[in-house]
């Protein structure tokens, strides 16, 4: 009598921690979405940019896109092996039970390394996107135009108008980051007439008006008329909208799921002991 009332309240419990589990897996699909609301509000030119862009093995402007997916899929396999779970306590097959356990014990080592690889990417970012993003314009910055040159070399010159921002670093001189750009040392504007920065850097132009900008903004850099901050804050602060502002959301729950897949282990573990015990 005391061994039933014994193994129903473990049965009990793992229903209550899998219902747990449910809602931290519908958790994890809302973050999903949450990505993808703040994904899509990128526009194409920054993600141009940031595909240019690596930390590790992982382009930014692809893995702000594909990090949507990868919390949505993750949050319908916490799904499933909560439903899983549910299943095995009110059936109360040890098959059900076994599946469970394993598909649990795998969750949560995946769940370990995903933490400590969301930690390590946050560094990186932080770390290594300013100098990536220099070597990304000294790399294909060809021209001053939005219509010509490489395909990041535009979407450069339209984050300038868009983001009224110029370069990486702030420019405060003539001597910036685009005396080692090929539009300065092999051909364009600044390698040909001594143009000190892009005309998309001056102070109020559009995509429609840029090139009337005056001499006195790209030439003399007459103070007022150009853009001094550099995009690097801009677009750090923008990766932090869309990818890293979820990041206390995500170790929290991602922390919540590790002790409930826990208790879910070993309560699952203990009914499979209890109903061994109890053939044998």
Known sequence: MAFAFEENLTKGFLIIINVVFFFLGLALLIIGASINSDVSSLKEETKTVLNSVKVGEFDLGNHADNLQILFIVVGVFVLLVSVLGLCGAFIQKKELYILYLIFASALLVVKLVGI??????????????????????????????????????????KIFISLDCCA????????????????????????????????????????????????????????R?????????????????????????????????????ILGILSAANVIWKVVRLKS
Do not use: R
């Open 225 to 261: 008329t150009y853009n001094t901050n550099g995009c690097y804050l801009t677009l750090k602060d923008l990766l932090k909208e869309t990818i890293t502002s979820e990041t206390p959301k995500i170790l929290g729950v991602g922390i919540t799921i590790l002790l409930v897949e």
């Open 168 to 223: 990486v670093n702030n420019v405060t001189s003539t001597t910036n980051d685009f005396d080692k750009t090929p539009w300065c040392t092999t051909s364009g504007e600044c390698q040909q007439t001594n143009a000190e920065i892009p005309k998309a850097c001056c102070v109020g132009v559009t995509e429609t008006n840029y090139t009337s900008a005056p001499t006195s903004c790209f030439y003399s850099l007459n103070p």
């Open 116 to 157: 400590v690889l969301w930690c390590t990417m946050e560094e990186k970012i932080e770390g290594e996107l300013k100098t990536q993003l220099v070597d990304s314009l000294h790399t294909n910055f060809v021209s001053d135009s939005i219509s010509s040159g490489n395909v990041i070399s535009k979407a450069w010159n």
